[in-house]
């Protein structure tokens, strides 16, 4: 079964987890899992460390989120990796009847010299439908600020092309919030023919300090405006949670209204910001 916007509701809800590295991480996860999941998404993501280094903790995860009764949609990132092992994760997905998958390039961890047998998520996403068929569902990720690493920004909507030519069926944002970003990457998207559902990546603001770590590694822009009224909060936690609320529930409202195919949110296994923010926007 493959999931489209028919089968999957006019727009589509999505929660992302990390694998947790502790057990305390972990007892904290399941807490915040089972209050998201009385929201009822229809997927919840789980990320992979790229080389392979959180494998058995994201099957882990999928897997009981799956023996819960959801959807779970692991990452799967190929760099550093070999064809063999990645046909190895597709067939333990496989057999715990998992369907959704998002594929991605990851990026090199440091000491780890070898890119790997495929280089881009465009070869991974051609290697998953060669061997599985239409088994998976297939997300991949878009960058309405561009990739950080894009030679030019055509060149990245090029590159974005060629996933979708390989047989993605729909795509998941970085965050960001310029929304004009997003809707002229959706314009421009389709000018070039790319139709499938563009949905954004939704990343709750918690901590200013954190925010802006994020931001520099991974080239979401925090407009100026929103980066100097939380310099202007200094240590005021309470105001920052506020301000950061406001900003991205108004952002979410825009984006719903304005026709996006759907919201995943960046959870960082926290329930609190993601839960305000979805009763706000009534969608509970
Ligand atoms: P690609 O689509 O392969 O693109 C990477 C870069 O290569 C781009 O600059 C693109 O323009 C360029 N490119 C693509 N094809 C070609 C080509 N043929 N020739 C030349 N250049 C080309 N990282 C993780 O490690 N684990 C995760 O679980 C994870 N989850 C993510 C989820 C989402 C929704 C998003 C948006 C990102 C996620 N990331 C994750 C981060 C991601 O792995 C990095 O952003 C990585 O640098 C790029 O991955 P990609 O799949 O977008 O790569």
New binding site residues.
């Given amino acids: 079964m493959v999931l489209d916007k028919d089968t999957m509701g006019a727009q589509v809800l999505s929660f992302?987890f990390f694998p947790p590295a502790t057990s305390e991480g972990r007892t904290k996860w399941m807490s915040t899992y089972q209050q998201l999941r009385q929201f009822k998404p229809e997927f919840f993501s789980v990320?992979?460390?790229?080389g392979g280094s959180t494998r058995d903790r994201t099957y882990e995860l999928v897997s009981t989120i799956q023996k819960e009764g959801d959807r779970a949609a692991p990452?799967l990132?190929c760099v550093g990796s070999t064809q063999e092992s990645i046909r190895a994760i597709l067939d333990e997905y496989r057999q715990q009847n998992i369907r959704h998958i998002?594929?991605?390039?990851?990026?090199l961890p440091s000491g780890m010299a070898d890119p790997g047998e495929l280089?881009?998520?465009?070869e991974l996403v051609e290697f998953i439908r060669k061997e599985t068929g239409d088994w998976f569902h297939i997300?991949?990720?878009?960058?309405p600020e561009y990739?950080?690493?894009?030679?030019s920004a055509q060149?990245?909507l090029l590159?974005?092309k060629?996933?979708v030519n390989a047989g993605a069926n729909t795509a998941?944002?970085?965050y960001f919030y310029n929304i004009d970003a997003y809707w002229s990457f959706c314009d421009s998207a389709a000018s070039l023919g790319v139709n499938i559902p563009i949905i954004p990546?939704i990343m709750p603001i918690s901590s200013f300090s954190k925010l802006c770590r994020f931001s520099d590694a991974?080239g979401a822009e925090i407009p100026r405006w929103i980066r100097k009224k939380m310099e202007s909060f200094g240590d005021d936690a309470v105001s920052i949670r506020a301000f950061g609320l406001d900003v991205v529930t108004h952002l979410c409202d825009q984006l719903l209204t304005g026709g996006a195919p759907g919201l995943?949110f960046y959870t960082l296994n926290q329930a609190s910001l993601t839960s305000v923010i979805w009763q706000r926007l009534g969608l509970s």
Wanted: one cysteine or more.
């Fill in positions: 992302e990320t992979y460390g790229a990452h990132s998002v594929a991605l390039r990851g990026d280089r881009y998520a465009s997300e991949v990720a878009a960058y990739h950080p690493q894009a030679q060149k990245d590159h974005f060629e996933k998941i944002t970085q990546g991974c995943h």
